[in-house]
């Protein structure tokens, strides 16, 4: 089947302007996840939903930064009043409900946001 | 909260040799999960190998084998018969098992170049 897909691959915004990316996950999957990965760098882990219910949203930067899920599969990653620093690549990453084990992440394309 | 560190920024082999990246991390956790990610150049994340930390035996993926050292905290990643495909970034990863969001805490990353 389908993987995740993420949209738009590229976003160039300008500074102030209100963006909003888009995650699509692989069909049936519970947990979603949001990822910032700057250039150079790791990804670092932004928020958490599983089903509809965003359980963390401890990475998530500022509260320019929004996460929604609302009906449990497709989710939207919104931020406000764009800063230079939001320059970066957001990944989604989706993951089945198993009885056990880690649950394997399965990762999108990434949006790459560039700020100006 | 938990680190990890990947302290070779990059590393180059001949094809076919065999090539070891280091990954060490902190945590007061007993119990999580470690993982290897590769994420080839312009191309989305994916899984390459996965080690339960309660398990004492090191995981093995074909050519791909973990050397897990609980007490030291290290977990590398040897890749044997080293293939052009293998050329990526290689991301070592950390999940706790319990009480958390299953979220993934990831190191810098390594870049593996393998020349024909």
Redesign the interface.
Known sequence: GAGVSQSPRYKVAKRGQDVALRCDPISGHVSLFWYQQALGQGPEFLTYFQNEAQLDKSGLPSDRFFAERPEGSVSTLKIQRTQQEDSAVYLCASSPMTRQGAREQFFGPGTRLTVL | AQT?T?SQPEMSVQEAETVTLSCTYDTSESNY?L?WYKQPPS?????VI?Q?AYKQQNATENRFSVNFQKAAKSFSLKISDSQLGDTAMY?C?F?K?QG??????????MKLTVNP
């Open positions: 990890v990947q999960y993982f191309r989305q994340m994916i899984l996965r339960e991301f990863a999940m098992t958390g969001s299953e979220k993934l805490v990831f190191g810098k990353g």
